[in-house]
C-alpha cells in the first residue's frame, strides 16, 4: 500500500509539473496591462527612437501588425526576449534587466492587440510560449 501511494504522488507530482510548463500561445493573457504599461515608459526611453513611437519602424524594422507575424510568428517568445536581449539597445546591447526586457515584450505583445492576464510575464516561462496568429 506504501509503495501504491508512493508512486500515486510521483505521477500525480509529474502531471502537475507538467501543467505548469503547458504548452501556451501568446492568447492566453501571458502578461499583466501593468507590465505592458511599465514597457510603453521603457519602450519610449530605449527603443522608439529607432523602432517608432508607435512601433511601426523607422531605422529598425516595425514590431507590431503584419511585420511582427512576418518576423515572430511561430516562434516562442523566447526567440524574441532573445533578440531583443541581445541586440537591444542598439548602443548597449544586454545593458537592460531581464525586467525591463519582459516589461518590453509585454507592451509588443499588447500593441499587437493580445490580450493581458493575470500573471505577468516570466523569464522561466516564454519557452512555453508560442507566438501564433489567430486570423479568426
Known sequence: AVIFLAVTWVVASAVEGE????Y???W?????????ASGQGEYGAYCAECHGNTLNGRSAP???GDIFWRDWGEETLNVLYDAIRTTMPAADPGSLSSKTYLDIVAYILQKNSLPAGTEEL???KISAI?????DE
Open 19 to 22: 501543467q505548469d510548463n503547458a
Open 24 to 26: 501556451r500561445t501568446v
Open 28 to 36: 492566453d493573457g501571458v502578461y499583466t496591462a501593468e507590465q505592458a
Open 62 to 64: 516595425a514590431l507590431e
Open 122 to 124: 516570466e523569464r522561466l
Open 130 to 134: 508560442q507566438v501564433v496568429r489567430n
